[in-house]
Nanobody, 115 residues
């Protein structure tokens, strides 16, 4: 069983930065796919960034050049560094890890970008 604990959300002004963390407990390996989705009110959950395989990253067009996904395998933690935040980035952010055919999710963390 895998459990994910997210941290790092909050309120930030436009142009500011936040770093989200997703710490995993259980059997996680460097080859497991990890990533982040977000969900805005009234919209479907969308993929923001992912590490689908070793040393491969993928980003939604809306965050390219502003967000960076990374992982620390020694800590079983992956991160989402968010820079140049915009009001439209406001959402609940969910991390995930794929282990075999199963996908495990974090509890979600609110990110609000507002002046």
């Amino acid at each position: 069983q895998v459990q994910l604990v997210e941290s790092g959300g909050g309120l930030v002004q436009p142009g500011g930065s936040l770093r989200l963390s997703c710490a995993a407990s259980g059997s996680i390996f460097s080859g497991n796919a990890v990533g982040w989705f977000r969900q805005q009110p009234g919209k479907q959950r969308e993929l923001v960034a992912a590490i689908p395989s070793t040393e491969v990253t993928a980003y939604a067009d809306s965050v390219k050049g502003r967000f960076t996904i990374s992982r620390d395998n020694a800590k079983n933690t992956h991160y989402l560094q968010m820079n140049s935040l915009k009001p439209e980035d406001t959402a609940v952010y969910f991390c995930y890890v794929r282990v075999g055919l199963a996908t495990y999710w974090g509890q979600g963390t609110q990110v609000t970008v507002s002046s």
